[in-house]
């Protein structure tokens, strides 16, 4: 395959030979429609305006590039920066999509809006945006997660939104991902399915990629500045991969600047023992897009594992599978021990608690950092803090909350 | 002209005695691939025009909770593509035309040519891909055609008229119609939105049209008989097969009982 580039996707959707749209028809009006309405938004500077407004004023961004002055010592190397989406609105990246959707929402004239989610950041974040504008929202969530993130569930209630449990398959992401294109097949006229990351059928990937191209925008120039040139490594870690499309993205023509993305590594790697469809997976058809996926050899979706429920996701975005096809972004794994150590070592060494999403992006940061000179600059997206992720963190360490 | 297809003769010659086709679905392996042959077979005996045999999926958008229920038992059950088509092969119904209904995933996991021969080898006539619809569909449909069989593109209440002609160029045997807008299931009445659309789909195209999502019952077919060539049943022969509060599925029950509504459905169908 050739060289990446940034001109990605086709009209179709493509990705290079992934994306494109895989759904059944009753959504192929809906997808247009989105197009159409999206690459409008894009070119109305009156839209760019009020998106980039809400996003200072109620996100809060910029988000801080924070030099990791103590991690950076801990790996005897190079020096390691955090992009800090932690410190979000509602504590992680999701809120840059879901404020940018909900406006598009506006734009298309629909007054209710439906989202999935997996560990209930992007739920809460859906909830979040609709909140602020008014807008009726239903939240699918597999019956397992309701019961591992209460937290979250409760938020979302709180913000006025409908918390609907999944209780087919196995309970999880996948099948809220199931339930909520169900729900848009029968409610397309009045209602925006505002998808979490950069998966699904066309525009999507597209659209999410975009709207969370922020955080690499912001950390592009927030290195030049502080630096004074680009980094040498940017790391970040991929479920459905929106944290790490947007902070990749930018990078993407800046051939000297080498990108990895992270994946769930779990318990093994054998099948079902974790969540890493880039480095175990094959490339094939999951909701509504090809890209590469956890598959057995009938095309039924194999379970995952990790010990963060954002990463437990059997598929990924058909942009990472491009870049990985392309080699223009490398990718690896982070174990679910390794990624438990870091969230320690995080809290101790800088006095911030991790998303242990982010874990498993600052763990391989650490080791990157110890092969690499001083002299070496590596970038990380912290995704998200961790407040959700203590009870569950204190149950494997063995403490009582 | 071509040689007429198994699934193109079936409708020309209902056509021709002023019929509607009736095709009901069956999910192989729900509750396993012995009964599934039952059901073929019974189906056939009973007189139905053509059948759609449903590839159990992991995470099937297009369907329905009571097929998706039906297919995570098959799947519970072990059920394999390859059990499936073997199931199939044992099964002659020349007299009746099957359709492979199976998602893109599945389709492209076992290669898309391979997955067509295969099927074709089993008996298969056509096929149903609801994941793969309209310009996506334009290779497979090549390759379906050049094994002499059909494959069927689905028509939505939300496909917009000027998007029809770039769907009919990757369809033959008929036009599945999707009765509403949502996934499968049963419903009380046939809308007159459907009936327009089924009205304006005719002057686009003289592939016969079939009906599907959303019929259950005989009381569905009448208003359905100017307007349309056949209708499909799914979720309503499909529930009949599921386990009571037990966990047990009286077998000769449910035989039964889709035995009742095949003979109504056929009955509705053929009548004038």
């Known amino acids: 395959m050739p060289t990446a580039t940034a001109q990605v996707p086709d009209q179709l959707g493509r990705f290079g030979p992934f994306g494109r749209r895989f759904v059944p028809e009753t959504l192929m009006h809906a997808l247009d429609q989105l197009t159409e309405e999206y690459e409008r938004a894009k070119a109305d500077p009156e839209f760019q305006e009020q998106l980039e407004g809400l996003l200072h004023t109620y996100v809060g961004r910029p988000s801080p590039l924070y030099f990791a002055e103590r991690l950076t010592k801990e790996a005897r190397g190079a020096q390691i920066y955090l992009k800090r989406e932690d410190l979000n609105h509602t504590g992680a990246h999701k809120i840059n999509n879901t404020v940018g959707q909900t406006l598009l929402t506006l734009r298309m004239g629909k007054q209710r809006v439906i989202a999935e989610t997996g560990a209930g950041q992007h739920g809460v974040a859906t909830a979040t945006a609709c909140a602020r504008f008014g807008l009726d929202c239903v939240v699918y969530m597999g019956e397992e997660d309701i019961r591992r993130q209460q937290l979250n569930v409760f938020n979302m209630r709180t913000m006025g939104a409908e918390v609907r449990p999944v209780t087919s398959g196995s309970r999880t992401l996948r099948d809220a991902v199931n339930e909520a294109m169900r729900d848009w097949?029968?409610?397309?006229?009045?209602?925006?399915?505002?998808?979490?990351?950069?998966?699904?059928?066309?525009?999507?990937?597209?659209?999410?990629?975009?709207?969370?191209?922020?955080?690499?925008?912001?950390?592009?120039?927030?290195?030049l500045d502080t630096v004074g040139r680009l980094p040498d490594e940017v790391i970040a870690c991929v479920g459905g991969g929106s944290n790490s499309a947007g902070m990749f993205y930018p990078f993407i023509e800046d051939e000297g600047v080498a990108l990895t993305g992270v994946e769930a590594g779990g318990r093994s790697d054998q099948p079902g023992d974790h969540a890493s469809p880039l480095s175990y997976g094959q490339p094939g058809i999951l909701h509504g897009s090809?890209?590469?996926v956890l598959q057995d050899d009938d095309g039924q979706t194999l379970d995952v594992h990790s010990i963060s429920a954002g990463l437990d996701y059997p598929g990924v975005g058909p942009e990472h599978s491009y870049w990985k096809d392309t080699g223009r972004v490398c990718y690896t794994t982070c174990s679910d021990d390794d990624a438990l150590a870091t969230f320690q070592k995080m809290a101790r060494l800088e006095g911030i608690?991790?998303?242990?999403?982010?874990?498993?992006?600052?763990?391989?940061?650490?080791?990157?950092?110890?092969?690499?000179?001083?002299?070496?600059?590596?970038?990380?997206?912290?995704?998200?803090?961790?407040d959700k992720d203590v009870k569950e963190v204190a149950r494997l360490t063995g403490q009582v909350l | 002209m071509a040689e007429l297809t198994p699934i193109s003769n079936t409708f020309a010659t209902l056509r021709a005695e002023n019929r509607l086709a009736f095709?009901?679905?069956?999910?192989?392996?729900?509750p396993d691939l012995a009964m599934t042959q039952d059901l073929i077979r019974g189906l056939s005996d009973a007189g139905v025009h053509l059948i759609e045999v449903g590839f159990p999926y992991s995470d099937p958008i297009a369907d329905g909770p009571v097929i998706q229920a039906s297919y995570t038992r098959a799947l519970g059950g072990g059920v394999t593509v390859d059990g499936i088509l073997k199931a199939v092969a044992e099964v002659n119904t020349d007299e009746t035309p099957l359709l492979a209904m199976v998602s893109y995933a599945i389709v492209f996991r076992h290669g898309v040519e391979k997955f067509i021969a295969d099927a074709k080898a089993a008996g298969f006539a056509g096929f149903i891909i609801p994941d793969l619809p309209g310009a996506e569909a334009a290779e497979c449909f090549e390759l379906v055609r050049s094994q002499g069989l059909d494959l069927v593109q689905l028509v939505a209440p939300t496909t917009p008229r000027e998007r029809v002609q770039e769907i009919l160029k990757s369809c033959s045997g008929f036009v599945y119609c999707v009765a509403v807008a949502g996934t499968t299931g049963e419903r009380a009445n046939v809308a007159d939105a459907l009936l327009d659309q089924l009205r304006w789909l005719r002057e686009e195209t003289d592939l016969p049209l079939a009906v599907g999502f959303g019929i259950s019952k005989p009381e569905h077919v009448d208003p359905l008989r100017q307007v349309a060539d056949g209708v499909i049943i799914g979720s309503?022969?499909?529930?009949?097969?599921?386990?009571?509060?037990?966990?047990?599925?009286?077998?000769?029950?449910?035989?039964?009982?889709i035995a009742d509504l095949t003979t109504k459905m056929v009955n509705a169908t053929s009548g004038s």
């Open chain 1, 353 to 386: 608690l991790p998303a242990i999403e982010s874990s498993h992006a600052v763990s391989q940061a650490l080791k990157a950092a110890a092969n690499r000179s001083p002299d070496d600059v590596i970038l990380v997206c912290l995704s998200g803090r961790g």
């Open chain 1, 290 to 292: 090809y890209s590469y």
């Open chain 2, 23 to 30: 095709m009901p679905f069956v999910t192989a392996g729900d």
């Open chain 2, 236 to 257: 309503g022969i499909v529930r009949q097969l599921e386990p009571t509060s037990d966990g047990q599925l009286d077998r000769n029950g449910a035989m039964q009982a």
């Open chain 1, 185 to 223: 097949m029968a409610s397309v006229e009045n209602t925006h399915y505002i998808l979490g990351s950069v998966v699904g059928p066309h525009p999507f990937p597209m659209i999410v990629r975009d709207f969370q191209a922020v955080i690499g925008r912001e950390a592009r120039q927030q290195c």
